[in-house]
């Protein structure tokens, strides 16, 4: 059994009666009163997003996790199938464990969060970033410009994504997979 201090982001905890991962945490230590750490928790069943505050030392039960590289096969109306890099068997996760699903495409390698104890998967993780082929991009206007501008871009898995002027269709660029910004144009 772990403590409010283990506490650290990607963590998954018991709580409530369901299995919440830690996307953000800060340790608080006021100037008054006790330290205590506010955390967000993501729940893993069914992607509801919650605040939470833990007092300092207070008892967290821990669920013991493992990481595996899963191969992005293809979607259907349900959710996402998955094929396992070392021994080939096919897992499906529900359209909801996954954030920003819209920057896979197929062929991509994803990381696989699994329950340690049934093998039953928690959520998926995408790359930092992924290099993507622009389809459509909408006409820049170029000039009367004092800072960064802007367009809207379609990419080849659908997502759409802002970027800048110079950017044509047949580019490839790279993403980001947290919030789905443009990084840089490939070559």
């Known amino acids: 059994m772990a403590t409010s201090n283990d506490i650290r982001k990607g963590l998954c905890i018991e709580y409530s009666n369901d299995i919440f991962k830690v996307i953000e945490f800060l340790h608080v230590k006021p ?12 729940s893993v069943t069914n992607g509801k997003v919650i605040d939470n505050t833990f ?3 207070h008892k967290i039960d821990e669920v013991k996790v493992i990481t595996r590289k899963f191969q992005y096969l293809y979607d259907d109306e349900n959710g ?3 094929m396992n890099n070392d021994d080939f068997s096919q897992l499906y996760i529900n359209k909801e464990m996954i ?3 819209q920057f896979m495409k197929a062929g991509e390698e994803v990381t696989i969060i699994l329950k340690e104890a049934d093998e039953t998967p928690l959520s998926a993780e995408l790359p930092q970033s992924v290099f993507l082929d622009v389809i459509e991009a909408d006409p820049g206007v170029k000039g009367n410009t004092a800072t960064n501008a802007l367009k809207n871009a379609i990419v080849e898995t659908g997502a759409r994504v ?3 002027l110079f950017i044509e269709p047949g580019d490839r660029i790279k993403v980001s997979t947290e919030d789905g910004s443009y990084l840089e144009r490939v070559k």
């Open 31 to 42: 100037g008054k009163g006790p330290a205590f750490v506010r955390t967000k928790l993501k």
């Open 55 to 57: 007092s300092a030392g």
């Open 80 to 82: 996402f199938h998955f």
């Open 99 to 101: 954030e920003n699903a």
């Open 162 to 164: 802002m970027v800048p």
